[in-house]
């Protein structure tokens, strides 16, 4: 029987970070991140000052993404991360949208 959190099975997050996560390198840092990851998906700045990002991969690369988005860059100050989880769509790839 297979474990429904098996590394290799592919998931998708969607999360919503707020604090001061706007104009300290969030997007840059968090688009580095997945790269370094092997994470697809996107990042981008909401009006109202949180940051929003989809991330897909393989268990463990994503959930991995999940924790950095609690931390973030070195000038960040994370005050809440909301995840969503979703079905895969097979994005390919990591950018930065508006």
């Not at 981008?44 to 988005?69: H, Q, S, Y």
Request: charged letters at 20%; glycine letters at 10%; proline letters at 3%.
């Amino acid at each position: 029987m297979q474990n429904s959190s098996t590394p290799h099975k592919q998931i998708r997050t969607h999360v919503f970070i707020s604090g001061r996560v706007q104009g300290v390198g969030y997007r840059y840092a968090t688009m580095l991140q997945a790269k370094h990851l092997g994470v697809n998906g996107w990042v981008r700045n909401l009006l109202d000052k949180r940051v929003e990002a989809v991330f897909e991969g393989n268990t463990t690369a994503v959930e991995a993404m999940v924790r950095w988005c609690h931390t973030g860059p070195l000038n960040a100050v994370v005050d809440n991360v909301l995840v969503k989880n979703e079905t895969p769509e097979g994005l390919q790839g990591f950018e930065i949208t508006h």
